[in-house]
């Protein structure tokens, strides 16, 4: 019977109400503003991790496939550090699932990396609290920082050069106000540019990311306003134009690349007529094609039901806000 150490971890992911996009250490995913997300009920990443003694490498299966050498890197890279954390030195097996396509722009690393960073010390024996294991996750992927916790989130940047001010922390309980979230999928095709890449490429080459560094923190203050608040109004015509902002950098980066394709915008136009006809709605994009709407319970039937009219959309799929962190 061999010796080893396991555990499970769920974690959901979350879409940015006010966007993270540049990084000012990028080894240590340190981020140029401070954002704000809601964690979804409806998508999340499950993850098993298994040390062993008689591993000679680490192995990562993701969706029941095993990763590419790229992904795997990535992986062992981040084990290295929670192996440098317990004192022990023995490589693991990762198993993790995806409920929802992965790199379309669904947050797919925010969930996996916050469930890794949970299975991954609770297996080698680490008891880490919440903000212990969102400035861990942080060191995978940027936002899974905020995946840790459910509801409403804010992740804050933080000055010192450590990142040791640098985690995520709730603003409010998914039951304090729900919204709804419309997640409308036009593409699960991979995305030809990664949002670490494109990051990387807005915050080195494009004349227009200091407009979005001009801006950004007012747009998180009012966003949290609103939040608290509970402002709807105010809260989608902030996160609208934030999300345009930050896909705005993208054009001006060299070379340019847009995230969009032709049903992204076809989603956004019937967004602005479901507002003129006097719904309120309100759309939001990560890195990626796909579309969140933002709308009120009670409209969220008219809403999704509009969305599935337009041809080139794939799939709806409607959240609320979701939990945080769970160990299964």
């Given at each position: 019977?061999?010796?080893y150490?396991k555990a499970t971890?769920?974690a959901?992911?979350?879409?940015?109400?006010?966007k993270?996009?540049?990084?000012r250490d990028e080894?240590?995913?340190?981020?140029?503003?401070?954002?704000?997300s809601?964690?979804?009920d409806k998508?999340?990443?499950?993850?098993?991790?298994?040390?062993?003694?008689?591993?000679?490498?680490?192995?990562f299966?993701?969706?029941?496939?095993?990763?590419?050498?790229?992904?795997?890197?990535?992986?062992?890279?981040f084990l290295d550090?929670?192996?440098?954390?317990?004192g022990?030195?023995w490589h693991?097996?990762?198993h993790?699932?995806?409920?929802?396509p992965?790199?379309?722009?669904?947050a797919s690393?925010?969930?996996?990396y916050?469930?890794?960073?949970?299975?991954?010390t609770?297996?080698?024996g680490?008891?880490?609290?919440?903000?212990?294991?969102?400035?861990?996750?942080?060191?995978?992927?940027?936002?899974?920082?905020?995946?840790?916790?459910?509801?409403?989130?804010?992740w804050?940047k933080?000055e010192?050069?450590?990142?040791?001010?640098?985690?995520?922390?709730?603003?409010?309980?998914?039951?304090d106000?729900?919204?709804?979230i419309?997640?409308v999928l036009v593409?699960d095709?991979?995305?030809?540019?990664?949002?670490?890449?494109?990051?990387k490429r807005?915050?080195?080459?494009?004349?227009?990311y200091?407009?979005w560094?001009?801006s950004?923190?007012?747009?998180?203050l009012?966003?949290?306003e609103?939040l608290?608040?509970?402002?709807?109004?105010?809260?989608?015509?902030?996160?609208?134009?934030?999300?345009?902002?930050?896909?705005a950098?993208?054009?001006?980066?060299?070379?340019?690349?847009?995230y969009?394709?032709?049903a992204t915008?076809?989603?956004?136009?019937e967004?602005?007529?479901?507002?003129?006809g006097?719904?309120?709605?309100?759309?939001?994009?990560d890195?990626g094609?796909?579309?969140?709407v933002?709308?009120?319970?009670?409209?969220?039937?008219?809403?999704?039901?509009?969305?599935?009219?337009?041809?080139?959309v794939?799939?709806?799929?409607?959240c609320?806000?979701g939990?945080?962190?769970?160990y299964?």
């Amino acid at each position: 019977m061999g010796v080893y150490l396991k555990a499970t971890a769920r974690a959901h992911t979350n879409i940015a109400l006010i966007k993270y996009w540049g990084k000012r250490d990028e080894s240590l995913f340190l981020p140029m503003n401070n954002s704000l997300s809601i964690t979804l009920d409806k998508f999340h990443t499950t993850t098993a991790v298994e040390f062993c003694p008689c591993l000679p490498v680490d192995l990562f299966i993701m969706n029941n496939q095993l990763a590419s050498s790229a992904e795997m890197a990535k992986i062992t890279h981040f084990l290295d550090r929670v192996r440098g954390m317990s004192g022990k030195s023995w490589h693991a097996v990762v198993h993790s699932t995806n409920n929802f396509p992965t790199a379309a722009g669904f947050a797919s690393s925010a969930s996996g990396y916050a469930a890794l960073a949970a299975a991954a010390t609770k297996a080698i024996g680490l008891d880490l609290g919440n903000k212990a294991l969102s400035q861990l996750a942080r060191l995978g992927s940027g936002s899974a920082c905020r995946s840790i916790y459910g509801g409403y989130v804010e992740w804050q940047k933080g000055e010192k050069d450590d990142g040791t001010d640098s985690f995520a922390k709730p603003v409010l309980e998914g039951g304090d106000w729900d919204l709804s979230i419309v997640s409308v999928l036009v593409t699960d095709t991979p995305k030809t540019v990664s949002s670490r890449e494109g990051m990387k490429r807005t915050v080195e080459t494009s004349p227009f990311y200091s407009g979005w560094l001009d801006s950004v923190e007012a747009d998180f203050l009012h966003a949290k306003e609103a939040l608290i608040h509970h402002d709807f109004e105010l809260l989608g015509s902030i996160i609208e134009s934030n999300a345009l902002k930050m896909h705005a950098t993208t054009l001006g980066a060299n070379p340019p690349f847009m995230y969009w394709n032709s049903a992204t915008l076809d989603v956004i136009k019937e967004v602005q007529s479901l507002r003129s006809g006097g719904i309120q709605a309100y759309f939001t994009i990560d890195a990626g094609p796909n579309v969140k709407v933002l709308c009120q319970p009670k409209d969220e039937q008219a809403v999704r039901e509009s969305l599935e009219k337009l041809p080139n959309v794939q799939n709806t799929y409607l959240c609320h806000p979701g939990p945080g962190l769970t160990y299964l």
